[in-house]
């Protein structure tokens, strides 16, 4: 366990592209809803989750700009696209009988509270899962570093980084090459030297600096989530 942080306490990012399921856009409820539940199995076992919850299934600001878009306005349209999926993983949450919050970086009172963190952790002691919605509120950061960060200012013990269709790090893609061979342990720095897209840079550096593991796993594999904060050896571990 990290220095400083505490027991039992996981940040798990999921990327946009996993609420779409195969549709590759928009929200596919029964994706949701298996998340939901493998998350709410591991909550009343009694570990704190806070979900950092990406976009990507709707917009993405570099895509958009590369399309004509101003950059900051196309990453504003990013972040309130992530807002979406955490209400839909809200829902199913708390129809598996789990407490719930949604604090976005970005107010929007109607919806969801702001992102206070002595609160979120008030949420989480009390056995509520906090789902941290429109990445980090600023232009030209992704959901990826939003969740190195709120993992840090939360005191998790380490991020955990569920893919869509990928069981871990490779050296190569493994989609393209069959011969690609998965990493079950690796150093900040090779990440960063070998450029392997575990996260990017920013978030990677932030995890660094910091001594916060990451574990890379497949996360629509029944039971991977409770594999995961229990430490079993699934996927790949980023540390130093
Ligand atoms: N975004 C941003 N600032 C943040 C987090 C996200 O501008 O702090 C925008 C950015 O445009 C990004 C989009 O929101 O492309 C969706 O987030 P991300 O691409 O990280 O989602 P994921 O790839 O995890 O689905």
Redesign the pocket.
């Known amino acids: 366990i990290r220095s400083g942080a505490v027991h039992r306490r996981y940040l798990l990012k999921l990327?946009?592209?996993a609420f779409a399921g195969g549709g590759g856009l928009g929200v596919d409820p029964d994706v949701v809803h298996a998340i939901a539940r493998e998350i709410a199995a591991v909550v009343r076992e009694g570990y704190e989750i806070a979900l950092v919850v990406?976009?990507?299934?709707f917009?993405?600001?570099?895509e958009l700009q590369q399309r004509g878009m101003d950059r900051a306005r196309?990453?504003?349209m990013?972040?309130l696209?992530?807002v979406m999926n955490c209400l839909a993983l809200q829902d199913f949450l708390e129809k598996e009988g789990i407490e719930t919050r949604v604090q976005t970086?970005i107010t929007m009172g109607q919806v969801a509270e702001p992102y206070i963190p002595l609160r979120a952790v008030r949420h989480l002691e009390k056995g509520r899962v906090v789902i941290f919605g429109a990445?980090?509120?600023?232009?030209?950061?992704?959901?990826?570093?939003?969740a190195a960060q709120r993992a840090l200012e939360i005191e998790a013990t380490a991020m955990l980084m569920g893919k869509n269709g990928v069981d871990g790090v490779y050296d190569s893609d493994p989609k393209l090459n069959p011969d690609a061979v998965k990493f079950d342990a690796l150093e900040y720095g090779e990440v960063i030297a070998r450029d392997l897209r575990v996260a990017d840079l920013t978030a990677i550096t932030l995890c660094q600096d910091n001594k916060l593991p990451i574990l890379v796993f497949e996360l629509l594999a029944e039971g991977n989530i409770a594999r995961a904060v229990k430490g079993e050896k699934i996927g790949t571990l980023v540390n130093d």
């Open positions: 990327s946009g592209e990406g976009g990507g299934n917009f993405r600001g570099a196309s990453d504003y990013g972040m696209g992530t970086a990445g980090m509120g600023m232009p030209y950061f992704s959901t990826d570093t939003t």
